[in-house]
């Protein structure tokens, strides 16, 4: 509905009177809606399959390791990194290697499984979060706790691709809010040391014309 709206601002000794009138309407009709979201894998995809840290989607294995990374990806029945995606993390001033840790699987649906790791890093925790779709789709969450002070002073996630697999490196361009499948070229990846592209650049692919591993984390677009 319409409504006025009156505020009183005091200024020194004088209160002057802003008034103004709003409508608010009704909510659209598809908000909050759940069309489109459902539990049933859609042809050609399959579903999704777990055998101890291993998860298969159409095509393609991820074994699992540290902090919900992938210790090896299989893509057409060829594994793709050269070794598991290393983590480490500098507390208080030393570097930690986090290990392994526990493997706990806690939602299994057709389109989508969830679970939970948990390593250490000296005093601090670090409890990955993680979830896969049956696309291969895959969201990582690192939550790092202390029962005690500590500082965090450095994450560094390393992911150990094969040399033969990384011949051709993809990204978009330096305008925020633009969908990266619409701009952006293909060219071989840099030969020396090359700085991870920051934000609003926040995706990258790195494979060759069938295989590979595309990375997004947190942009301004707020994901």
Same mark, same amino acid.
């Given at each position: 509905?319409?409504?006025?709206?009156?505020? !009183?601002?005091?200024? +020194? %000794?004088?209160? &002057? =009177?802003? $008034?103004?009138?709003? /409508?608010?309407?009704?909510?659209? *009709?598809?908000?909050?809606?759940?069309?489109?979201?459902?539990?049933?894998?859609?042809?050609?995809?399959?579903?999704?399959?777990?055998?101890?840290?291993?998860?298969?989607?159409?095509?393609?294995?991820?074994?699992?390791?540290?902090?919900?990374?992938?210790?090896?990806?299989?893509?057409?029945?060829? !594994?793709?990194?050269? +070794? %598991?995606?290393? &983590? =480490?993390? $500098?507390?208080?001033? /030393?570097?930690?290697?986090?290990? *392994?840790?526990?493997?706990?699987?806690?939602?299994?649906?057709?389109?989508?499984?969830?679970?939970?790791?948990?390593?250490?890093?000296?005093?601090?925790?670090?409890?990955?979060?993680?979830?896969?779709?049956?696309?291969?789709?895959?969201?990582?969450?690192?939550?790092?706790?202390?029962?005690?002070?500590?500082?965090?002073?450095?994450?560094?996630?390393?992911?150990?691709?094969?040399?033969?697999?990384?011949?051709?490196?993809?990204?978009?361009?330096?305008?925020?809010?633009?969908?990266?499948?619409?701009?952006?070229?293909?060219?071989?990846?840099?030969?020396?040391?090359?700085?991870?592209?920051?934000?609003?650049?926040?995706?990258?692919?790195?494979?060759?014309?069938?295989?590979?591993?595309?990375?997004?984390?947190?942009?301004?677009?707020?994901?």
């Amino acid at each position: 509905g319409s409504y006025e709206v009156v505020a !009183d601002v005091k200024m +020194g %000794p004088e209160v &002057v =009177s802003l $008034k103004s009138s709003m /409508t608010k309407d009704p909510p659209p *009709e598809w908000l909050n809606n759940t069309v489109g979201i459902s539990d049933k894998v859609p042809v050609p995809w399959t579903p999704l399959t777990i055998e101890g840290r291993k998860i298969s989607c159409l095509l393609r294995d991820y074994t699992f390791g540290v902090a919900g990374f992938p210790s090896q990806i299989s893509v057409l029945g060829k !594994d793709i990194l050269a +070794g %598991p995606v290393r &983590v =480490s993390a $500098k507390v208080d001033g /030393t570097s930690h290697l986090l290990k *392994e840790g526990t493997f706990r699987p806690y939602d299994r649906k057709d389109t989508r499984i969830s679970f939970k790791t948990v390593s250490h890093a000296g005093p601090v925790s670090v409890e990955g979060d993680t979830w896969m779709e049956y696309d291969g789709f895959v969201w990582n969450t690192m939550t790092f706790s202390s029962d005690k002070p500590a500082t965090v002073e450095s994450v560094s996630v390393e992911i150990p691709l094969k040399k033969e697999y990384a011949t051709l490196w993809w990204s978009g361009d330096d305008v925020a809010f633009t969908s990266p499948m619409t701009r952006g070229d293909t060219f071989a990846p840099p030969q020396a040391v090359s700085a991870f592209p920051p934000p609003p650049k926040n995706f990258l692919r790195l494979g060759d014309e069938e295989r590979g591993i595309q990375l997004y984390h947190e942009s301004l677009e707020g994901w």
